[in-house]
């Protein structure tokens, strides 16, 4: 007798879309092609497919990618204001800057193999969610930027500082940190941000040659060898202190001279 699968979590109009090809799930940002910013309802919505998939050993890939004009712009500023305006103390901005941190948690312990499909603009939050993915994809014609520094905000998003450092290394993601600088697609592949590059009407063509493979191992093998690769990741950030970040973040702007996020 086929055991009875539970269904994927709904989800809130417009925060994401979903499509299941087989054990491929397609995760699409910006629906509605209206927002290219990570909102709260993005980030609950993703934290829980992700979750849900703890259930779903059916679900081998999951592709990350965006039906927006750039892949993602970075979190929500006009949330970010608002939370403070609610609540000048900084405990409503400390549980959205949490809820980064789950998300980016799930998507690093989920079993399935995390694919990002990345298009137009990668900046800030978008990036620090591409670099959880196992596997990256880019167009040629991307461009990506960590602006925090240059925003007078700390890079306290998800905790992704320590994932980034372990994926390209201190000093390029040192330079690119304080120095803001926009870089292009083939930086990102010398850095070991992308594992290819290839022009934006191929990234299906690629998506594709790597989950076709992936699907034909053996489920097992695929999930040992990934919290393996996990393990031996978070083993170089024994220093770690993202638990901070949403503290660190939360301080920083509930002091009143940093308010203003219009720049953001």
């Not at 390029?172 to 941000?193: K, P, Q, S, W, Y």
């Amino acid at each position: 007798m086929n055991d009875i699968l539970p269904a994927l979590p709904a989800h809130s109009p417009g925060s994401i879309g979903t499509e299941q090809d087989g054990p491929v799930l397609h995760v699409r940002l910006n629906p509605t092609h209206l927002d290219d910013a990570l909102g709260v309802a993005v980030l609950d919505d993703l934290t829980a497919l992700l979750d849900e998939l703890h259930d779903r050993p059916d679900v081998r890939v999951v592709v990350l990618s965006s039906l927006g004009e750039d892949f993602c712009l970075g979190a929500d500023r006009t949330e970010y204001l608002a939370a403070l305006d609610a609540d000048p103390a900084g405990a409503t901005m400390r549980r959205i800057a949490d809820k980064a941190q789950r998300l980016c948690r799930a998507l690093e312990n989920t079993h399935a193999i995390t694919v990002a499909r990345l298009h137009g603009k990668v900046v800030g939050a978008g990036l620090a969610l591409a670099a959880y993915c196992d596997l990256r994809v880019g167009a040629d014609t991307c461009r990506f930027r960590m602006p925090e520094v240059g925003l007078g905000l700390p890079p306290a998003w998800g905790g992704a500082m320590g994932r980034l450092v372990s994926e390209a290394g201190v000093a390029r993601i040192r330079e690119l940190m304080l120095t803001c600088e926009v870089f292009d697609a083939n930086t990102a592949h010398r850095l070991g941000l992308l594992h290819k590059v290839v022009p934006v009407d191929e990234l299906d063509r690629t998506v594709a040659a790597w989950t076709r493979p992936l699907v034909r191992r053996a489920p097992e093998s695929l999930v040992l060898t990934k919290r393996m690769l996990t393990g031996f990741s978070q083993a170089s950030r024994t220093a770690d202190v993202s638990l901070l970040d949403a503290h660190l973040l939360t301080a920083h702007l509930t002091r009143p001279q940093s308010r203003d996020l219009t720049a953001l």
